[in-house]
């Protein structure tokens, strides 16, 4: 998933980057409010991590102007403030959660999932999908109980099929929720992470729960069979074919 932090002291956002990359976050940065805007406006987030005071404005006005442009993304602002009026307001102005500095990472990661399974309409961590399970937190893929190892692009792409579930995804969406449209590599490289992701799921035993939808991009469905199968049943010649390559 992927992250917009707003924070305009450049010892903060190392430190919050690191500590988002190593929860396994994407995460871009910037310390304007006016250019995260910019940012919101040509690349699809998955939260906005806001500081309070920006060189440009409150970070409560940030949150309130993106809401007023519409904006659907989370939103978490970190606050130095001591009194409880300035959280109120960053909480009024539309912000998800507020935390307040200093803070343990723990904590925040903690927030940050939490705010992300609330906005993806989850209240536990672990998704499931026949008898695949991917958990939000930890970043462990299981197929019957047993582990499967993906790399970080391949987790990536199954996060972001099992979150939209029934829904087809294009390949632009899938590279720009790896590279939020920052250094993109050719589309067709996404049809090599998913052979190999979709080959590492069957050879576990997930099936072929991953299917192709010609000319428009993948798919993920619950109702095929375990272990093997196909994702092509008979359909009306108007509904698009799926396939599993």
């Known amino acids: 998933m992927r992250i917009l932090l707003i924070e305009s002291d450049a010892t903060a956002a190392q430190g919050l980057t690191g500590i988002l990359q190593n929860a396994g976050f ?139 579930k029934g829904v087809v995804l294009t390949k632009d969406a899938f590279l720009n929720h790896l590279y939020g449209g920052m250094d993109e590599p050719e589309v067709k490289i996404i049809d090599v992470f998913v052979c190999k992701l979709r080959k590492k799921l069957q050879l576990a035993g997930a099936g072929t729960m991953i299917g192709t939808i010609w000319g428009r991009g993948y798919m993920l469905r619950d109702d095929a069979a375990t272990g093997a199968g196909s994702l092509h049943p008979a359909r009306p010649a108007s509904t698009p074919r799926l396939v599993a390559a």
């Not at 672990?126 to 047993?146: A, C, F, K, M, P």
């Open 26 to 164: 994407m995460v871009d940065h910037t310390d304007m409010g006016d250019e995260a805007l910019e940012m919101l406006r040509h690349y699809d987030y998955d939260l906005a991590l806001v500081d309070l005071d920006l060189p440009d404005g409150d970070g409560s006005e940030l949150v309130r102007r993106m809401r007023h442009a519409r904006h659907p993304v989370p939103a978490l602002v970190l606050s130095n403030a001591t009194h409880a009026a300035s959280r109120v307001r960053a909480l009024v102005a539309g912000a998800d959660d507020v935390l307040a500095k200093p803070f343990d990472p723990a904590e925040l990661v903690a927030r940050v999932h939490a705010i992300l399974r609330r906005s993806k309409g989850y209240a536990a961590p672990v998704l499931r999908v026949g008898n695949l399970e991917l958990n939000l937190d930890s970043r462990d893929v299981t197929i019957d109980g047993r582990m499967v190892h993906l790399t970080g692009k391949e987790y990536a792409i199954l996060e972001l099929l099992m979150l939209r």
